[in-house]
């Protein structure tokens, strides 16, 4: 399924009324995790900005011990601190990556602004090297307009 084909289907899985806001992202997640084959892990963190910590949010994909994040730590925390996008096309030529598991092969990391404040972000690990372009960017800001929305 094409991005295009999939901004309505994040729309409507946002906007129904009967779910919560975590059961929303879980399936939201589920969506583009089904849909996009090199979609492998993908779920979101949110920001306290007071510890100056991530917490990981609904996901799906494998599970991971890193549930906190320090600001400035792994692509997330660097995407906590930048307040922008960070696609990596191959984890092991980071020095600052905290690794998930050896099948993780690269990443992207989109932050999630509400009101103009980084709340949290939108990470994808895939078992590809290399798989991330300027539309999936595009996507996933598309994608986290629409979660703010939910805030």
Request: hydrophobic share 40%; with cysteine; proline share 4%.
């Amino acid at each position: 399924m094409t991005f295009q084909e999939l901004q309505p289907k994040v729309i409507g899985l946002l906007s129904q009324s009967d779910v919560s806001r975590d059961e929303k992202l879980k399936n939201l997640c589920q969506l583009l995790s089904n849909n996009i084959s090199y979609y492998d892990w993908v779920g979101f963190y949110f920001a306290d900005h007071e510890t100056r910590t991530l917490h990981l949010g609904p996901y799906v994909g494998a599970e991971t011990d890193h549930t906190v994040i320090p600001f400035g730590k792994g692509i997330c925390g660097q995407v906590a601190v930048s307040n922008e996008n960070f696609v990596v096309p191959d984890v092991s030529a980071q020095d600052n990556y905290i690794a998930c598991s050896f099948t993780v092969k690269s990443e992207i990391v989109v932050p999630l602004f509400v009101n103009g404040k980084n709340i949290g972000q939108i990470d994808i690990d895939s078992h590809v090297i290399d798989p991330f372009t300027k539309a999936d960017e595009l996507f996933l800001e598309f994608v986290n307009q629409e979660v703010a929305k939910l805030f």
